[in-house]
């Protein structure tokens, strides 16, 4: 990521800064109101490698920051080339606006901003809660943009956003700044492009406050979201136990706090969670029956089991087949090949000898294994192990300890009660931690 004056003195602004028109006067207005205050401001810049006009665009950028400094003005550049294309069939905006902000947030915190400027102004906004409403979206979708955010660390703000354009574009006069032309404004085949070109001239005749009430409308979405997410905080607090989400108290609350705490358990548990018609799904599903599994992406997988909603752990794609480990000392050991670690702990009962771990060996179910779970207990089948255990089918992946001809431990249900060390004698407890897909 190439800079320019990487020297740093006291307090530093980032700018997203794209070269048009709106984040062109965001960065002269930020650095006019820096300048003589030992303020830093760093414009940051996203190539994204999907116009020919983008080299052009960093070349530009550059010889604007150089010219400001001349001038005196506290300022540099970062910019950052993104890798790749956007995979077949994936939204072209959605990629680029990923690439964009975890490219913003890296070159931020490797300058020391804790602070980064956006430049979105109100029709923005208003365009936003058109596109949200469009694509069905509940109230968390046409909050649309907030004011400010805290991610990763940063503060996003947008200081502009109860701004109308019209002001910008007379700052941008005032000023004679020059800003970019991007010819991807121009193809409708983006939602938001079509949208400005052929829907907002047409709604501005009709309603001309539009823009003012869609705004206003995205401000009560953004109190609706924050009560939904407050209601979900205390249902959480009774519905979830370990990694599930327990059926019998979330069939008490009525359907539309079932709707609410089921979407904020599957962003806590995915970050993208779910979509709606999957939410959709499991709300009718899970209230019916106790246990299925419902596919939500390709290696994403809910199953119910026992009264409990869990992801499944993915198997593991290349399994080699046995292989030794020294599991005798304390300490996390992974095995990428079984998409997880063990964990080896010291411990005073119920445990296994040290040395009959230097040489241990790991092996996939091919049937037929027993398992002991106490001393006055019979060896029964790892099915039937599982199944006394209430262990659903992803919580019993992961590989078999074998110790010479005996097995030894078994994920999910622990050490067999016959390898267990004798009392007082130093001994090991494991674990086995899956590596969620």
């Known amino acids: 990521m190439p800079s320019l004056n990487p020297a740093r003195r006291g307090a530093t602004v980032g700018v997203a800064f794209s070269g048009g028109r709106d984040s062109l006067a965001l960065l002269h207005a930020t650095v006019r109101a820096a300048h003589g205050t030992g303020l830093e401001v760093v414009a940051l810049h996203v190539h994204h490698g999907l116009v020919a006009e983008a080299d052009a665009w960093v070349q530009s950028a550059i010889a604007l920051c150089h010219r400001w400094q001349r001038a005196g003005w506290p300022v540099r550049l970062r910019w950052h080339r993104v890798q790749g294309q956007p995979a077949r069939g994936q939204s072209v905006e959605a990629w680029a606006r990923r690439q964009r902000y975890e490219a913003l947030a890296r070159m931020a915190q490797e300058e020391g901003a804790s602070l980064v400027l956006l430049a979105q102004h109100r029709r923005d906004q208003a365009e936003t809660v058109l596109l949200q409403a469009l694509r069905g979206a509940g109230a968390r979708g046409l909050a649309a943009m907030p004011r400010l955010a805290v991610r990763e660390g940063l503060s996003w703000a947008r200081p502009w956003l109860d701004q109308p354009r019209e002001a910008i574009e007379s700052y941008v006069r005032r000023h004679r700044l020059k800003p970019l032309e991007d010819p991807s404004n121009d193809d409708t085949r983006l939602a938001r492009n079509r949208l400005r070109a052929q829907v907002w001239p047409a709604l501005t005749v009709a309603f001309h406050d539009a823009e003012t009430t869609l705004a206003q409308s995205a401000r009560r979405a953004q109190e609706t979201s924050a009560v939904l997410d407050e209601v979900a905080a205390l249902d959480l607090a009774t519905l979830v136990k370990g990694p599930s989400l327990q059926r019998a108290p979330w069939l008490a609350l009525s359907t539309a706090r079932r709707a609410n705490v089921l979407r904020a358990w599957l962003r806590a548990q995915c970050s993208r969670g779910a979509p709606e018609a999957m939410v959709q799904q499991l709300l009718h599903d899970w209230a019916r029956r106790a246990q299925g599994q419902w596919t939500v992406a390709p290696g994403q997988v809910l199953v119910a089991y026992r009264g409990r909603l869990r992801w499944r752990v993915p198997e593991p794609e290349h399994i080699r087949g046995p292989a030794c480990l020294d599991l005798s000392r304390p300490g996390c050991h992974a095995v990428p090949q079984w998409g997880g670690a063990f964990l080896v702990e010291p411990g005073e009962e119920q445990g296994i000898d040290a040395a009959r771990l230097v040489h241990a060996e790991l092996r996939p179910r091919s049937g037929g294994e027993r398992f002991q779970r106490g001393p006055a207990t019979p060896p029964r089948s790892l099915k039937k192990s599982f199944q006394q255990a209430g262990l659903a089918v992803d919580q019993r992946q992961g590989p078999l ?23 007082g004698q130093p001994q090991l407890h494991l674990r086995w931690l899956p590596t969620r897909g």
């Open 401 to 423: 300890v074998w110790s010479g001809d005996q097995l030894v431990f078994v994920p999910g249900l622990g050490i067999d009660a016959r390898a267990w060390a004798s009392p």
